[in-house]
């Protein structure tokens, strides 16, 4: 695949998301805000919402809809798509021949990514997706890595869909009731856990937390809109047993069942306006500028079996998980520890204790 370049926006000091650009482009080859969002595989919401976000830090409006008859460009939006053009074509022409001869370089020696990756299926997480763009920076390991809810990672393993899967639990010593749902795909004898990380979760609210949202309790307040993860997840576990044990009942919280498939997706929705509160970790809730209520604590898990343990690639992984570059990273985000980070323990020693 040929390097390219491509140019940044921004308004002030924020740069606008680099999926707005993509979502115009879809718009204006579609007619159709629907059929953008299917082509590009966004959630409705998500880009109803990252539009919004876009258009007020810009002060106009970017797309237009209209009943009956889809979706076009607004002058700004047409306007925006052409400087996008053009700064790319000034950017490319200046660079031509520096690309050029990073191709050819790049044409000339057998990739190393070639190789077959090691295939990880993980629930949500940004450390592990930091570990992954390290080891991809390095070119030591290919790595394929997919987010999926926590209990369809574990299947992914059991059906030999995945070399790795990633799954948390509540840290609770006391009830280990909230491992029931896990245990099912972890009985396996040749099944080892890797000690991952250790993350806060808890409400994200809005900057300033305007709707005063101090418990699980306070979701059921008339007005207040929330927005949920999938049932699948291991953050929906978690939400769903602490909601039975404040005895708040789901269908009194108004978008209970509207869903999201990460944590930073659950953040943008709340930082553009479309919901008052969700549930997931810190990291994600500072990244984007709002208020955490810190609820519970877990510890993140990377399933594998002993002989997927052994290759070369996957001793590769571990040994890049405890160096103090990414050890670094891992402490920067917010709600994250390290504690522990690389240990191979057995699924049994690993449930019980923390």
Not at 44 to 66: C, F, I, N
Not at 115 to 125: F, N, Q, R
Not at 219 to 235: E, H, Y
Not at 269 to 289: L, N, P
Request: net charge positive.
């Amino acid at each position: 695949m040929a390097l390219k370049l491509s140019a940044r926006w921004f308004t002030g000091n924020m740069e606008l998301d680099s999926r707005v650009m993509p979502l115009l482009r879809a718009v204006e080859r579609t007619g159709s805000l629907n059929q953008a969002v299917a082509s590009l595989r966004f959630s409705y919401r998500h880009a109803w919402g990252l539009l919004g976000k876009t258009e007020r830090s810009l002060g106009q409006q970017l797309v237009v809809l209209q009943r009956g008859r889809g979706a076009h460009l607004s002058p700004l939006g047409e306007k925006l798509l052409a400087a996008d053009d053009a700064a790319t074509a000034v950017l490319g022409h200046g660079m031509e021949a520096a690309l050029r001869s990073l191709n050819d370089e790049a044409a000339s020696k057998p990739s190393r990514k070639a190789e077959k990756p090691v295939v990880i299926h993980a629930s949500h997480d940004l450390a592990l997706a930091g570990l992954r763009d390290l080891l991809v920076a390095s070119g030591n390991v290919a790595v394929d890595l997919h987010f999926r809810g926590s209990i369809e990672c574990l299947a992914s393993l059991s059906r030999g869909d995945c070399d790795i899967a990633g799954f948390h639990v509540p840290d609770s010593e006391a009830d280990d009731s909230a491992y029931a749902p896990y245990r099912p795909w972890l009985k396996a004898r040749t099944l080892r856990l890797v000690r991952f990380v250790r993350r806060r979760q808890g409400l994200m609210v809005a900057q300033g937390n305007p709707k005063r949202l101090l418990s699980l309790a306070d979701l059921a307040t008339l007005g207040v809109r929330f927005v949920n993860r999938q049932p699948d997840s291991g953050t929906r576990l978690c939400f769903d047993r602490l909601l039975a044990s404040a005895r708040v009942q789901p269908e009194r919280i108004n978008g209970y069942q509207n869903e999201e498939f990460t944590h930073a997706a659950v953040a943008a929705t709340i930082a553009s306006g479309m919901a008052d509160a969700g549930f997931g970790i810190e990291a994600a809730a500072r990244q984007h500028a709002l208020d955490f209520i810190p609820l519970a604590m877990e510890r993140y898990f990377l399933a594998a079996r002993v002989a997927t343990l052994a290759r070369a690639d996957v001793g590769t992984l571990l040994e890049e998980m405890k160096q103090p570059t990414f050890l670094k990273r891992v402490t920067a985000l917010p709600g994250y520890e390290e504690r522990g980070m690389g240990e191979i323990v057995s699924v049994r020693e690993a449930l019980r204790t923390g």
